[in-house]
């Protein structure tokens, strides 16, 4: 059995061992994060779909790289699965989309704005996610 010195300094040098491994993987991730997400092409009109995204709410009911709420479908990879005229139509009249079902906000975005939400959630979808979100079986 350890002695209590013995345990002590088993204690401090697996903190600190640790410590160091996790401080380590931290930074490796941050230095891979403009990688990953492409920080380059965030230009002014990405920038300004990310505050409409924020100021609108849409995570009040999407979720985003898995964030926000479950009410409405994942919005990560819409760019690629649904395409920009559908996010627009989205934007002005969503009972046109999906006539009948849960209620989207009716935002009527001018196209300027929408232009933007688009060019937003493109840049998201090129986010190297490692495979998130996972796509659906049958589609
Ligand atoms: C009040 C809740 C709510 C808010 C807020 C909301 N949405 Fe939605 N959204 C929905 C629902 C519900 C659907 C799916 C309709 C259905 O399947 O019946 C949807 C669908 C969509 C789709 C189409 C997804 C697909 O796979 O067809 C896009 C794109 C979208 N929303 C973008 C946005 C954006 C951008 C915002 C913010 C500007 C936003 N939404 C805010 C509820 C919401």
Not at 15 to 23: A, N, P
Not at 70 to 77: D, N, Q
Request: glycine fraction near 8%; aromatic fraction near 12%; charged fraction near 20%.
């Amino acid at each position: 059995m350890l002695s209590k010195k013995g345990a002590k300094y088993f204690f401090l040098i697996g903190t600190l061992f640790f410590g160091m491994i996790f401080v380590g993987l931290t930074y490796d991730t941050l230095k891979q994060v403009p990688k990953l997400t492409r920080a380059e092409n965030l230009t002014p009109q990405v920038i300004h779909g990310k505050n409409l995204f924020d100021k609108n709410n849409c995570m009040g009911c999407h979720t985003l790289l898995g964030e926000g709420a479950y009410y409405a479908p994942e919005l990560t990879k819409v760019y690629e699965t649904k395409g920009p005229d559908w996010i627009k139509a989205m934007l002005v009249d969503p009972e046109q989309v999906y006539p009948g079902a849960r209620k989207m906000v009716k935002y009527n975005m001018s196209p300027e704005d929408q232009e933007a939400m688009v060019a937003f959630l493109k840049w998201v979808s090129e986010i190297d996610t490692n495979g998130y979100p996972a796509k659906p079986v049958n589609q």
